[in-house]
């Protein structure tokens, strides 16, 4: 198996999601990798608490705006 870089990663669905860089990146992306958040939270073997600060961080991330970034 080949070595996975820090900057990437594989979903369940073998796709290569590229971490973002730093918040900013992630504000711009955020609605590409708003769904393999929210996957998570659906995967089986996490605890109500765990599935819940997952949408909570969900929940945030939708809040959050280009001002809240600069």
Same mark, same amino acid.
């Not at 971490?19 to 504000?27: F, R």
């Not at 769904?35 to 909570?56: F, V």
């Given at each position: 198996?080949?070595?996975?870089?820090?900057?990437?990663?594989?979903?369940?669905?073998?796709? +290569? +999601?590229?971490?973002?860089?730093?918040?900013?990146?992630?504000? +711009?992306?955020?609605?590409?990798?708003?769904?393999? =958040?929210?996957? =998570?939270? #659906?995967?089986?073997?996490?605890?109500?608490? #765990?599935?819940?600060? =997952?949408?909570?961080?969900?929940?945030?991330?939708?809040? +959050?705006?280009?001002?809240? =970034?600069?």
């Amino acid at each position: 198996m080949a070595k996975q870089s820090l900057s990437e990663n594989r979903n369940t669905a073998n796709e +290569v +999601v590229q971490l973002p860089a730093d918040l900013a990146d992630l504000h +711009v992306r955020w609605p590409q990798l708003r769904c393999h =958040i929210a996957a =998570i939270a #659906e995967k089986p073997g996490l605890c109500a608490t #765990e599935r819940e600060l =997952i949408n909570w961080m969900v929940k945030l991330g939708d809040r +959050v705006g280009r001002r809240d =970034i600069d």
